[in-house]
């Protein structure tokens, strides 16, 4: 049986056997639960429904989120394409909508969080429009990020209070990257220099939410991070390659979460967190 | 752990701990009671007791004890519908320290009169897992078929009752015991890889020294 536990098992299992890492994670997925290959491509199918869902609400939605802090950034962001153009403006509006949709209490999948869950949506569907792709890229793309995302969370770890932001962002723009790439027709290789080099550049970021809700940073932070996600993609498809491969990497950042205190990892005991603004915020928001 | 623990699960916001898990806590809590709840109170400890409000997780619980999955969207309204539903419901905050941060102990009483205690705790990623159930200390996640008995505290109930799941072919994955003191009430949690039918269900309810038994499906 396929085993999936580094980033290289990815690359080496596609290039031997001619194929994408998408159609290697979706096999391996097959042999561990035993189920049909089609039902787990219509169960991702259905998940893809409603990552759509989430991320074009936001666009519409100019209110406030019910706790009051964020909301309508979806909105604002898609006014407007004329710095960044159309890819990365529409990535930051998917990731944005579908962090402010899950802020709201709205129904979101989580990826592979919910603190988290905007920046594949925005990096992918973004990715699909330019290619005029239709949902059966996107889905390769899931799994891609899927298989990536099962090797951080084995080797490290995907939640905040056990890694900081860096394991939950963090993991998430090295998900996408590497499924755009996927995307894009770049190489198993090029996949996991993306997740490397992008993933490398997150390396550190805490987990300090103002009152402890998923909100402030974490909304902004997603669009953030989906941008991010697009340029380790395209430097990895330029050919630029990571000096530190994507499996040291991920065990650099298993070890930064280990040295991170704890006052960083979701306990909202420091950092942004702790600012005057924040503490004025928590005294209204949780009486 | 598979892809769709990656990408997944389908959840309304904002946290899978403090809302999805939370909403797994409540339904569980309603089908360890084995009707709709009328009466709840329900006790919040750690981080539950500090961010309840922000992370919707006071809806979460509720909209759980009326049985919404964790992807259901009327988890948001659930505070309203229950009152709608006729579920009365109070939370008390505990500055307690518990086991674990996000603990929440439910006082459940059910349409017919029924009354129970359920405590479990969200350990992240919307898992769950129950650890009491009125006096009795358990492990319960959720992720298996379970049968939970109630019995005599005497030799022979077990061999019985794993005699009976192995004609039927069903395979135990875990097993607990646990009792107040010896000679008094135990209480066993079998979780087992298949379902087991009503009919499984009566053979060991009819099990001399049984005092009662129900059945968990997977949330």
């Known amino acids: ?287 | 752990m598979g892809v769709f623990d990656i990408i997944g699960p389908v959840m309304v916001g904002p946290s899978s701990s403090h809302t999805a898990g939370a909403a797994r806590l409540g339904k569980m809590a309603r089908v360890i009671l084995g009707e709709s709840p009328t009466e709840a109170t329900i006790t919040l400890y750690g981080s539950f007791a500090r961010t309840y409000l922000g992370h919707g997780t006071d809806r979460a619980l509720v909209g759980g004890l009326l049985g919404f999955a964790p992807d259901d969207l009327r988890i948001k309204d659930s505070l309203k519908i229950a009152t709608e539903e006729g579920l009365t419901f109070s939370f008390v905050i505990s500055e307690q320290a518990a086991d674990h941060p996000n603990t929440a102990e439910f006082s459940l009483q059910g349409a017919s009169g029924n009354r129970i205690g359920v405590t479990g705790r969200s350990i992240g990623g919307g898992q769950i897992v129950i650890t009491k159930i009125d006096s009795f200390k358990v492990e319960i996640t959720g992720d298996y078929n379970a049968l939970i008995t109630i019995h005599e505290d005497k030799p022979g109930i077990i061999a019985e009752v794993s005699r009976v799941l192995s004609q039927e072919n069903i395979n135990i994955a875990q097993m607990k015991v646990a009792r107040q003191f010896r000679g008094a009430e135990a209480m066993m949690v079998l979780e087992t890889d298949h379902s087991i039918s009503k009919q499984t269900l009566d053979t060991v309810k009819n099990i001399y020294g049984i005092r009662s038994a129900i059945v968990i499906l997977p949330l």
């Open chain 1, 1 to 287: 049986m396929l085993e999936i536990k580094y980033i290289a098992d990815l690359v080496i299992a596609a290039d031997n056997a001619g194929k994408k890492i998408s159609e290697i994670v979706w096999q391996w997925e097959c042999e561990q639960s035993g189920v049909l290959a089609e039902s787990i491509w219509e169960k991702m199918q259905a998940r893809l429904e409603t990552i759509k869902i989430s991320a074009y609400t936001g666009k519409q939605q100019q209110g406030k989120t019910f706790n009051g802090l964020v909301g309508g950034d979806a909105y604002r962001m898609a006014q407007t394409d004329q710095l960044l153009g159309g890819t990365v403006t529409r990535a930051v509006t998917y990731a944005l909508s579908v962090s402010e949709v899950n802020a709201d209490m709205g129904k979101i999948v989580a990826c592979p969080t919910a603190g988290s869950c905007g920046i594949v949506p925005g990096a992918l569907l973004a990715t699909a429009e330019l290619l005029k792709s239709d949902n059966d890229v996107i889905i390769k793309g899931l799994f891609t990020a899927a298989g990536i995302g099962t090797v951080i969370a084995k080797n490290a770890s995907v939640a905040g209070a056990i890694g900081g932001c860096q394991a939950e962002c963090g993991s998430a723009a090295a998900m996408a990257a590497g499924a755009v790439v996927e995307m894009m027709g770049g190489t198993p290789r090029q996949v996991s220099q993306a997740v490397a080099l992008t993933l490398k550049n997150l390396l550190g970021l805490v987990c300090d939410p103002v009152a402890g809700l998923v909100e402030v940073p974490c909304v902004k932070r997603n669009g953030f991070a989906a941008a991010h996600a697009l340029v380790g993609a395209q430097m990895a498809l330029a050919e630029i390659e990571s000096v530190i491969p994507a499996d040291e990497v991920i065990e650099a950042m298993n070890q930064i979460g280990l040295a991170l205190p704890s006052s960083l990892k979701e306990t909202s005991e420091a950092g942004l967190a702790k600012t005057s603004t924040a503490l004025s915020i928590t005294a209204r928001i949780l009486k």
